[in-house]
């Protein structure tokens, strides 16, 4: 009986050992594609990164007015984050091709579906960056429009129409990525519908006072016409 | 607006006039009733002149649908020639209607093949046969190609000429005027092709303002150039809700075209004064007393809230001291010239970098001109005319000697940032 075990023992051992090592020459495959492909991205991030730094890419971002892509970039360098960018996404074909040496079909497989969410990623990508530059550019003129009429809170003002347009893309982003589903849009639904009231209300209440002030502010224009004007601009 | 857009009627009736000596623009067109006394005077300013056998008028009578040209009665030399202008689309500005107004009246003058030109876009109740006098006599008698206007002014009156249009232009261009962007022109027909010539391909670029384009062409192309002593000029109240559209409207032309000249006005130093005709009026000093504390308090809220705006355009030492500036008592509040100067250059320079959007750049200077105003207001306010044209003439000396900042800036912008 001990020796039936023993070569129950001896076999399974077997079984492992040559398991492990048929495993062997496809994870030296994967560190050597690994290594390749690491000392890939670092040249084409170097070619890239001395060629976007030749043509003043940084620059021409912030002319181009897109200076939401110099805030999210690693140091506000947008030459940075398009160099990262090409690294890792070399790094990830050669984790792909380091992959496939284990088993192709596992491989063909994650890549149809990677290459089949693709669109997704791309659409969120587009919808994030369009909705912050439209958010800032907003943002931007309601400050300026507040200040030249002298609201005191023109800052606050500001950055809320700016927070609103950034969660409006958020939601349509992750509605893209399919991340969340309805309980994303039943947020963002309570979220607006929430701040609307909020600003119904606050003009309902607040609106007496506004009117009346808006009037006695006519009133005196008129009064004024009066008197001599002392200040021309042109 | 260029010829081809006229209605047939006005196009015949164009060439049925054939040629003329002179085109007189008048585009006063918030005041249709006093158009019939402005051709009454231009025809008593016409009588002085010795040497116009035709004159043509182009009146901007603000009415739709189809034009009424007729000649003017029994005088065969006077014909007048009224268009109807097109209606302002939603984002059309009363300045943009002006400019368009104006490219009519040079291209009725340019299709004529006149010798002088005039325009008066002024309020046409200050106007009389003395003003068009002054403004056509020194082009055609005395063969000037540009006459620019020079308006008597209370203390408080053309505050964005005296602190911006006016040195800008004379430092850029080295020519001193009071009034460059006008309204109120005389014009040879030599200057008048000229301009015509350069709005042509530039209008494929979008809008072109002729306004900010007259003063600074005749200067860079070496045309005569003098100013004629007009007298006092109506303008209308200041809508402070809407100060900004006006500063855009304005400052945007004269730094597009500070771009277009870059060639000429950077081998420019120093300025030369130029001849002037006519008596200057007295100027009596109760202009009223402005309340600067509304001003002051507007400068206080933009360097408080416009920091980012402002960082992309300023300089970090610019920024200092703006807010050192804003920390100060009402009553010490003064703007040095040199920085307003400096700032003055910066959003030129912003404006040609794109650094932020043109339109939000221009509105964001809207409350350093307050500023400006309120510590201009505050030295003046007991000065006599001397001393203010004395102060007028030191802001003019700060502006050519910064020059070289400028010019510094325009070629290496990113030297002063860090």
């Known amino acids: ?234 | 607006m260029e010829l081809d857009a006229l209605p047939q009627p006005e196009l015949e009736r164009l060439e049925q006039l054939g040629n003329a000596d002179l085109v007189i623009g008048i585009l006063d067109s918030e005041h249709t009733a006093e158009a019939g006394a402005a051709i009454a005077a231009v025809r008593q300013a016409l009588a002085q002149l010795s040497r116009v056998t035709r004159a043509v008028v182009v009146c901007n009578n603000g009415t739709q649908g189809s034009a009424d040209s007729a000649d003017s009665g029994d005088d065969r030399s006077l014909a007048v020639f009224s268009y109807s202008q097109s209606p302002a689309g939603p984002a059309g500005t009363r300045h943009q209607s002006m400019s368009s107004a104006y490219q009519h009246v040079f291209a009725v003058g340019g299709k004529l093949g006149v010798r002088a030109g005039g325009v008066i876009a002024s309020d046409l109740r200050t106007l009389t046969p003395q003003w068009i006098h002054r403004l056509l006599q020194p082009v055609i008698d005395l063969a000037f190609d540009l006459v620019a206007p020079r308006y008597t002014r209370h203390k408080m009156e053309g505050l964005l000429n005296r602190s911006i249009l006016s040195p800008l232009h004379r430092a850029l261009y080295g020519v001193q005027l009071q009034n460059p962007m006008g309204p109120d022109f005389g014009l040879s027909g030599k200057l008048l092709q000229r301009i015509l010539g350069q709005v042509a391909p530039r209008r494929r670029g979008g809008q072109v303002d002729l306004l900010g384009s007259i003063a600074s062409t005749a200067a860079a192309d070496g045309f005569q150039i003098c100013e004629s002593h007009l007298g006092a000029r109506s303008q209308p109240p200041t809508d402070w809700q809407n100060l900004s559209s006006l500063l855009a409207e304005v400052l945007g032309p004269v730094f597009l075209e500070i771009e277009r000249q870059v060639a000429f006005w950077q081998g420019i130093r120093g300025s030369k004064p130029v001849p002037q005709f006519g008596a200057p009026e007295a100027v009596s000093d109760d202009g009223g007393t402005v309340d600067v504390q509304p001003m002051i308090e507007s400068f206080q809220l933009g360097t408080r809230d416009l920091q980012d705006v402002w960082g992309l355009i300023l300089p970090p030492t610019t920024l200092l001291e703006l807010r050192k500036l804003s920390r100060l008592a009402p009553a010490q509040f003064r703007m040095p010239d040199e920085l307003w100067v400096r700032i003055v250059y910066d959003f030129a320079l912003g404006h040609r970098l794109q650094a932020i959007s043109r339109d939000h750049l221009l509105r964001s200077i809207t409350p350093l001109y307050l500023g400006w105003i309120a510590s201009f207001g505050l030295e003046v306010e007991t000065a006599g005319s001397a001393e203010r044209e004395a102060r007028m003439e030191r802001l003019c000396k700060e502006y050519e000697v910064n020059k070289s900042y400028l010019v510094s800036r325009w070629r290496w912008p990113d030297r002063f940032n860090p």
């Not at chain 1, 079984?15 to 040249?43: H, K």
């Not at chain 1, 380091?98 to 919808?127: C, E, H, I, K, W």
């Open chain 1, 1 to 234: 009986m001990w020796e039936q075990v023993g070569q129950a023992l001896n076999h399974s051992m077997t079984r492992m050992l040559s398991q492990l090592a048929s495993l062997l020459p496809g994870m030296a495959a994967l560190v050597v594609a690994l290594l390749v492909s690491a000392l890939v991205a670092w040249v084409v991030s170097a070619i890239v990164r001395r060629s976007l730094i030749g043509i003043d890419f940084d620059r021409r971002v912030a002319q181009w007015g897109l200076p939401a892509l110099a805030e999210w970039s690693p140091s506000n360098s947008p030459v940075r984050l398009v160099a990262r960018a090409l690294a890792w996404t070399v790094m990830l074909i050669g984790f792909l091709i380091g992959l496939s040496a284990f088993d192709a079909t596992l491989t063909s497989q994650l890549v149809s579906r990677l290459f089949g969410y693709l669109p997704n990623v791309l659409a969120a990508v587009v919808v994030l960056a369009a909705g912050s530059i439209i958010a800032r550019f907003l943002a931007r003129s309601v400050l300026i429009g507040a200040v030249n009429m002298n609201l005191h809170y023109a800052r606050l003002l500001s950055a809320g129409l700016k927070w609103l347009v950034i969660v409006l893309a958020v939601a349509m982003a992750l509605e893209h990525l399919g991340i969340g589903g309805d309980i994303i849009r039943l947020a963002f639904a309570i979220l607006f519908g929430g701040i609307v009231l909020a600003l119904a209300l606050a003009v309902g209440l607040g609106s007496k006072e506004l009117v009346s002030r808006s009037l006695d502010r006519e009133a005196s224009k008129t009064s004024g016409q009066n008197m001599r004007e002392p200040v021309g601009h042109l």
